[in-house]
């Protein structure tokens, strides 16, 4: 079975800074993807940014990027710019490769997430 | 296009008392998932199904059971209620023909509360 670990239950920023936020994965799969999730206030689960992990290169998403180091098996995400806006909730999760098995299809697997605190 | 769409929003039950929350998605996908998410922690799977009819247990399946009768429709139920299982629920869904790698849509959960 896949893990995920956060290791920072909280971080913080002033506001305009750059914050890299940690995940680190376990796995014996090789074809795989990667998601960080926002979760404000209200609940909502909001994709930030994914990740193939056949692709070497790194994702970005406007203020949002990932640098994905697949031996290490360590997808970090980095907020640019942070605005008052980013303060949430982030999840990192981990979904199957598509060939993994028809059952198997779609399933995420979550860290414990890390509360981002953006300080103006 | 309403997506996934979960009801109630809010709900407190007696510890003992048993209950369905509804999920429902309008996008035709085969695969439905139900997760709780406990306190300052991530999302855990309860069950998944991968067509009308055909369902499996995820990671916490006890306490718990479901149904899927429909495409659209995969609801959640819980029987004899306990503290351990205030949370909040989300339904999520995706669907096979899409592009890969597309999240899943997530509904915008059920905060339930056993007392």
């Known amino acids: 079975a896949q893990t995920v670990t956060q290791s920072q239950p909280e971080m913080s920023v002033q506001e305009a800074e750059t914050v890299t936020l940690s995940c680190t994965y376990d796995?014996?799969?090789?074809?795989?993807?990667l998601f960080w999730y926002k979760q404000p206030p209200s609940r909502q689960m909001i994709l930030v940014i994914r990740?193939?992990?056949?692709?070497?290169q790194n994702a970005t998403e406007n203020r949002f990027s990932v640098n994905f180091q697949k031996a290490a098996k360590s997808f970090s995400l980095k907020i640019s710019d942070s605005q008052l806006g980013d303060a949430a909730m982030y999840f990192c999760a981990y979904r199957s490769g598509d060939n993994a098995g028809g059952t198997s299809y779609g399933k995420l697997t979550f860290g414990q997430g890390t509360i981002l605190t953006v300080h103006p | 296009n309403a997506g996934v769409t979960q009801t109630p929003k809010f709900r407190i039950l007696k510890i003992g008392q048993s209950m369905t929350l509804q999920c429902t998605q309008d996008m035709n996908h085969n695969y439905m998932y139900w997760y709780r998410q406990d306190p300052g922690m991530g999302l855990k799977l309860i069950y998944y199904s991968v067509g009308a009819g055909i369902t499996d247990k995820g990671e916490v399946p006890n306490g718990y059971n479901v149904s899927r009768s429909t495409t659209e429709d995969f609801p959640l139920r819980l029987e004899l209620a306990a503290p351990s299982q205030t949370s909040v629920y989300f339904c999520a869904s995706i669907g096979f023909f899409e592009t890969a790698p597309q999240p899943q849509h997530f509904g915008d959960g059920t905060r339930l509360s056993i007392l």
């Open positions: 796995t014996s799969e090789s074809d795989y993807y």
């Open positions: 990740q193939e992990a056949y692709k070497q």
